[in-house]
């Protein structure tokens, strides 16, 4: 696993970008995961100010998200389908046929699950799949002791979830109880993942993933199985990482290295 560690939010976006903008360069047609969440924001800003600005191209794009509230239909505004319209889709090129992202309204959901994973591999395999991480170490929604062999399907959300999601809701009550997300087996079939994550509260998450055991209590520690995992952090969200300096030295000493901001 690569650790990456910027100064600041900004940075952590653009070096993330320029890898996603790297793939794109060398495969137009690349199948690219997506992730919502507050922290690819950034990401998705520099995306789209590299396609109106720099002619970054999405025409061939094909797009799988991560997961989607069960009990949400895609017009509601806290849906992952209305964030990734309006943070991201609509502002680029990629045809809409293209675009996959889980139902939170199907009548069968084991049915589409399976559907969802068939179409990952007629398209080819997600090239590259971007992360966010939850504070309680989840990717997608993959909670604590989800096993690290799981595939798409429906998935329970624990209490730390609700409690980190419900700020995007007027009550508690209204965050859904239940998800369907790409599994971590599925995640780690990409060719390359991509994590971002800032912020103090996802220190203690982070040093677990990058340096802690692999466990199913903290399901980003799965990337620790992946031969090309990176993973971009500001300073706040590296403050726990005990081998810091050996990141910042391999970085530095890396040609051709992205810089950010
Ligand atoms: C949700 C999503 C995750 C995301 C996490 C963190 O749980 N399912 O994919 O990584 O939120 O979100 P944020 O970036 O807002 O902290």
Redesign the pocket.
Known sequence: MEAIIQSNYAAMSKIAAQIVAELLNTKPNAVLGM???????GLYQELVRLHTREQLDFSRVTTFN??EYVGLNANHPQS?HHFMHEHFFQHVNIPPHNINIPSGTTSNYPAFCDWYEKRIVECGGIDLQI?????DG????NEPTSSLSSRTRLKT?SKQ?ID??ARFFDRRADVPVY?I?MGVGTILEARKLLL????N??AKAIAQTVEGPVTSMVTASALQLHRDAVVIVDEAAASQLTMRDYYDFIYAAKPAAPRGA
């Open positions: 992730a919502t969440g507050s922290t690819p924001l991560l997961d992952y992360l966010g991480i939850g504070t989840h990717i997608g929604f959300l979830t980190d999601n998800a997300t971002v994550a800032s912020g509260g996802k």
